[in-house]
């Protein structure tokens, strides 16, 4: 069973950074996981996921450039780089993991994920 426990978040001003962190068990150490966010009223979006294995990394369009997935595979983390934050980044960020795919379905399509931690909180004021 995947556990997942997201942390990190908080409140910064336009222009911030934040880390999030994604303590993760009993994940498949050659799989996908990824982190998404919600904001009110709002679809849940992909942000980023990476490839446990390779490290390989696919980004929303919305934050390349200005966040990072990473990953401590001695601490089973996985890590969300947020620079250059905006007002428009403000949403409940989630970790996810147990990733089930179809042919031709994307890694930042919350609906192949079965895992899912609690969610941390950001906001960016302007």
């Known amino acids: 069973q995947v556990q997942l426990v997201e942390s990190g978040g908080g409140s910064v001003q336009t222009g911030g950074s934040l880390r999030l962190s994604c303590a993760a068990s009993?994940?498949?150490?050659?799989?996908?996981m990824g982190w998404f966010r919600q904001a009110p009223g709002k679809e849940r979006e992909g942000v980023a996921a990476i490839q446990l294995g390779s490290g390989a990394a696919v980004y929303a369009d919305s934050v390349k450039g200005r966040f990072r997935i990473s990953q401590d595979n001695a601490k089973n983390i996985v890590y969300l780089q947020m620079n250059n934050l905006k007002p428009e980044d403000t949403a409940m960020y989630y970790c996810a993991a147990d990733i089930r795919r179809e042919r031709g379905d994307s890694v930042l399509q919350s609906t192949v994920y079965h895992a899912w931690g609690q969610g941390t909180q950001v906001t960016v004021s302007s």
């Open positions: 009993g994940a498949d150490r050659n799989n996908w």
